[in-house]
C-alpha cells in the first residue's frame, strides 16, 4: 500500500516529517518498506507558457515554438503536434535533469538552435497521465514559472506500507490517518471533505426498480445515479495521484471510483445504466457451473460460494458483476454513457476471499473486501464519489440513493484487565493504556467490575475481538523494543521433546543417513488429486477436507496423503533439468475425515526414482522394490517395531507391486511402484517409481526389547522343500510349520526361509519354497533321533494339509 503524504497532509496534521512518521509506523507493526520520491531526479522544470508555432524551415516533421518562462524566453523544436499557442506546458531549460536524462542542453536540429525541451508526462517519469501522444498540456491556470515540482503532487513523497492481513484499514489514506492519529497524540484530523456532503433527496428521473439481499454475505448495498455524464479526462492532478498510487487513469468516471477507493478504503463500481438487462439489482449465489465475462475479458465459471451481482429478480437474473471483486464486461463505462449508476456496498470477507483466490483475481476491491471494509462507509463512499462526478465531469446529481440491507455487524465491548496488561506488557498503567486505546478510535464502554475496563472497537477494525487485541494495540504504541526485559525463571525439570517430535528426528536421521533428501511441501491439494491417484469413493484418502477460505484455487482441500506433494517435488526436480536418482522424504500430517470431524496422522512419505539418466557401469546401485524395501524396514526399526509386508493393492499402485506394511496385524501403510498410467504424467516415465507410506501416529510406543540369554547346547538343523501355491506368502507357510510341530513346537527355534523356485518342474500356479528349521531346547543337546520324529511328524502333518512335500 502506497500513502501519498499530499494527501495525508489532506486528512491530518502531523508533527513528525515523512522520515519519523515511517519509523513511528514501522516500529508499531505497520512496515513502511521505503519512502519514495518520484520526483527526486527531476530539476530545473517549470511551467511555459508557448507564445507561438513555426514550422521548421527544412523538416516538416518540426515545430519551432516560442517559449516564455516568466523568466525569459526560449526557442525549442518540438516533434509534438497536440499543443497550439496560448497553452502551457513543462518546459526543462538547459542544465535541467529528468529521471532518464542526468542534464538537458542545446541541440542544433537542421541549423535551428534548441534550448533544452518541451515534456511529455512520460519524460517526467509518470506516463500514465498523458492524454495523448506528444506534450503534457497543462491546465489554462498552471503559474507561469512555477517549479513543476510544486504543483499537481508531481513533488509528493510515498510510504509504501506493507499491511498485515488483520489491517485492511491500512489499504486507505484515511485508515493511514487514523493510525497515526492514534500513534502521534498531538495530530490532529482535520474535517473530511465528504462530511460536508448531502445525500440527495431527488426522485430518479429514470425508471429503476429495488435491491435485494438474497445472500446474507451482502450486509449492504447502495446504488447512487449520475445523469448528463461527460466522459473525459480526470484534473491533472487526480490523474498524478492515482499514477502514484500505482492506480492507472483511465476516465473521469472510473478514476473516481479508484480515487475514493484510495482515499477512503471503500470500493466502488458504476455500471452504464444502459447496459443493464433490466433495470432492478439482486446480489446472490452463483448457481453451480454459472458463467460470466468479467472486465478483463475472460469468462469465469462459478460456484455457489461466489457472490454475484445481478440485473433483474430471481435466481434467473443475469450476472453483471463478481460481488467485491471484478465488474462484467458488458456493463463497463464506455465513451458515450451518460446515464451512471454508481454501486457502493459491503461484502463478507470470507466470500469475496474465496472468490479472488480461487479465480486468481487479484484486485483492489477484492483485496480490501477480503481484509474486511468498514461497513459505515458504502453510502458515504457513494454519495463523495457522485459529488466528484459532478466536479470532474458535469454530472447532474442530487437523487436519492437506492438501498438494502442485511444483518448489520454488532462490535461487542472487549475488556481489559490490569493483571493481563501486566502479564503481557509487564505494564500496568491503566490509565494510559485507555488513553491510547481511544487515541486508536476505540470507544470506553461500562465494564462489568471497577478493576477492568470496556471498550468498543470502531467497525473499521474488526480484528480487535479479544483482551489480547486490546493488549497488542497499546503494545504498539509503546513500541516492542521498549518493553521491560525479564529472563525467564528456573525451570522445575527438564524439557522433553515428546515423543512424536523424538521419533522424527531419528527417522529423519535415518533417511538422510540412507540417502534421501527431506522434502516440506504444502498441507494443502487441489481437488483433483483424488481422480489423479484414482482414488475410490470407499477410500478414506478420497473425501479430503475442503477449506473455507483457500489461498488459492489450486489449494482448496487439506491432503490426505503425502505422495501428490512428493510426485509435485520430482516434477519440479525434472524440470529443473535434474536427470539423476531422486530420493525424497517428508515427515508431515495426513487429514482424514470421521465420525467426530476429523483426525491427524503424524506421517512418513518416501519417493524414490532412478532419474531420467540411469545410466551407470554398476547396474546393482539402481533402486528397485527390494532395496525400496529394506530402506522401509531400516525406518520401521528405528521406531522399535518389527514388520510384515504382505501383498497388497493401492489404487495407485503397480499390479503386483503393492504390499501393505503391518505391525501386529494391523496395517500402518503400504509400499508400491506407481502404475505406469500415473507414471506418465511425470517427465520420469521411462523409469519407475517407487512410493512408501508410514503411519507414524501408530508407531510412536515402541515395543520393549525382550532380552534371551545365548544358549550352551548346539542347535540341530533340517531342511523342508515343499510346493506352495502362488498366492501363500512366506510367512504364510513359515506359520503352517510351526503350527504342525503341535505339541513340540517349543522345541522349534526358528524357521528360514533360503530358496524360492518356480518354472520347470513345477506346477503352474505352485512355487516351490524351501525352509531351513532350527531345533533346539535351552536344558540339553537333542539327539537325531528325537529332531528326526519331530521333523517327520511336521512332514506329514503339512501332507495332510495339502501341501505337496518334495
Known sequence: MRASWQLLSRLIDLPASPEETAERLTMSGAEVESIVRPGSRVSGVVVAHILSLEKHPSRDDLLIASLDTGRGKHACVTAAANMKAGDKVFYGAPGSTLPDIEELGIRDFDGVRSEGMMLSGKEMGLPDVDLTAGLLVLPPGAPLGADALTLYGLGDVLLDISVTPNRGDLLSILGVARELKGLFPSAVLKPMPWDEVLPGDDSWPVEFGSVTLPDPGCLNYHLGLATDVDIGPSPLEIR??????????????????????LLLGQPLHAFDL???????????????????????????????????????????????????????????????????????????????????????????????????????????GVDYALTLMREWGGASIGYKKISAFNAQPDPKPVLLTRKKLQTYLLWSDMEKAAEILEGYGL????????????????????????????????????????????????????????????????????????????????????????????????????????????????????????????????????????????????????????EKGHRELDVLGALVCNGTDPRTPWRETLDDFLSVKADAEALLQVTGHSASFVQGREPFGHSGQSADVRVKGEKIGY???????????????????????????????????????????????????????????????????RSAAGSSEKMLERVTLFDVYSGKGVPQGYRSMAFSLCYRVRDRTLNDEEVDKIHNAIRDTLTQKGYNMR
Open 274 to 380: 444502459n447496459t443493464l438487462p433490466k433495470r432492478e439489482i439482486t446480489v446472490r449465489s452463483a448457481a453451480a457451473g454459472e458463467m460470466i465475462v468479467t472486465l478483463d475479458g475472460k469468462e469465469r465459471r462459478l460456484t455457489p460460494k461466489d457472490m454475484l451481482i445481478t440485473s433483474g429478480s430471481g435466481p434467473k437474473s443475469e450476472p453483471i458483476a463478481l460481488a467485491g471483486v471484478m465488474g462484467g464486461e458488458q456493463t463497463g463505462i464506455r465513451d458515450d454513457t451518460k446515464i451512471v449508476v454508481l454501486e457502493g456496498a459491503s461484502f463478507s470477507a470470507l466470500r469475496v476471499g474465496h472468490t479472488s483466490r480461487r479465480l486468481g483475481i487479484t484486485s483492489e476491491a477484492a483485496s480490501r473486501y477480503s481484509r474486511g471494509v468498514d461497513p459505515t462507509l458504502s453510502a458515504v
Open 443 to 594: 470507544r470506553p464502554a461500562q465494564a462489568p467490575r471497577a478493576e477492568e475496563r470496556a471498550f468498543i472497537p470502531p467497525a473499521w477494525r474488526p480484528d480487535i475481538i479479544i483482551e489480547e487485541d486490546l493488549i497488542e494495540e497499546v503494545g504498539r504504541w509503546r513500541g516492542y523494543d521498549e518493553a521491560p526485559v525479564r529472563m525467564p525463571g528456573v525451570l522445575p525439570r527438564r524439557g522433553d521433546a515428546g515423543a512424536s517430535t523424538s521419533l522424527a528426528l531419528s527417522l529423519r536421521a535415518c533417511a538422510i543417513a540412507r540417502g534421501y533428501a527431506e522434502a516440506i511441501t504444502y498441507s494443502f491439494l487441489p481437488e483433483s488429486f483424488v481422480t489423479a491417484l484414482h482414488l475410490p469413493e470407499d477410500d478414506p484418502r478420497a473425501r479430503p477436507l475442503s477449506l473455507e477460505n483457500p489461498i488459492s484455487q489450486d489449494w482448496t482441500v487439506m491432503r490426505t496423503t503425502l505422495l501428490p506433494g512428493l510426485l509435485n517435488g520430482l516434477r519440479t526436480s525434472a524440470a529443473s533439468g535434474w536427470r539423476g536418482p531422486v530420493r525424497l522424504f517428508e515427515i508431515g500430517r495426513a487429514f482424514l475425515k470421521d
Open 240 to 261: 498524478v495521484a492515482l499514477a502514484h498510487l500505482g492506480m492507472r487513469p483511465i476516465s473521469n468516471i472510473v478514476d473516481v471510483t479508484n480515487y475514493v477507493m
Open 671 to 737: 509400499l508400491a511402484r506407481l502404475s505406469p498410467a500415473i507414471q506418465r504424467e511425470t517427465d520420469f516415465s521411462n523409469q519407475p517409481i517407487y512410493v512408501f507410506e508410514l503411519n507414524l501416529s501408530a508407531l510412536e510406543e515402541a515395543e520393549k526389547p525382550a532380552y534371551t540369554p545365548a544358549s550352551s547346547f548346539p542347535a540341530t538343523f533340517r531342511d523342508i522343500s515343499m510346493l506352495t501355491p502362488e498366492g501363500k506368502t512366506k510367512d504364510d507357510a513359515a506359520a503352517d510349520i
